[in-house]
């Protein structure tokens, strides 16, 4: 069972930058597709990035494509979102999210971490 931690989240203003991480424990972090997903109120998960389990082949959603960058600490079993030039419509509870596979673009993962809010001001 792998448990997923976020932190980083929090209100900042449009233009902003910020930086998510998630720890994970319980599992072996080599073996697993790491993600970020969003949701926005109303609105569907939405699919932000992934990083292959071996750190290579990132994806990202069209929406956050060169703002946001993911990145992964084998060492601390950590993955990062640097997210650069926030705007309005980034505000959601970004989810952290694990699969047991090599690469993966998608919803669909074994693990969900609970969730952490930014909120993007203008």
């Known amino acids: 069972q792998v448990q997923l931690l976020e932190s980083g989240g929090g209100l900042v203003q449009a233009g902003d930058s910020l930086r998510l991480s998630c720890a994970a424990s319980?599992?072996?972090?080599?073996?697993?597709?790491m993600a970020w997903l969003r949701q926005a109120p109303g609105k569907d998960h939405e699919f932000v990035a992934s990083?292959?389990?071996?750190?290579?082949?990132?994806y990202y959603g069209d929406s956050v494509k060169g703002r946001f960058a993911i990145s992964r600490d084998s060492a601390k079993a950590m993955v990062h979102l640097q997210m650069n030039s926030l705007k309005r419509e980034d505000t959601a509870v970004y989810y952290c999210?694990?699969?047991?596979?090599?690469?993966?673009?998608?919803?669909?993962?074994?693990?969900w971490g609970q969730g952490i809010q930014v909120t993007v001001s203008s």
């Open positions: 999210a694990a699969k047991r596979a090599t690469w993966y673009r998608g919803q669909y993962y074994d693990y």
């Open positions: 990083i292959g389990s071996n750190g290579g082949h990132t």
């Open positions: 319980g599992g072996t972090f080599s073996y697993y597709v």
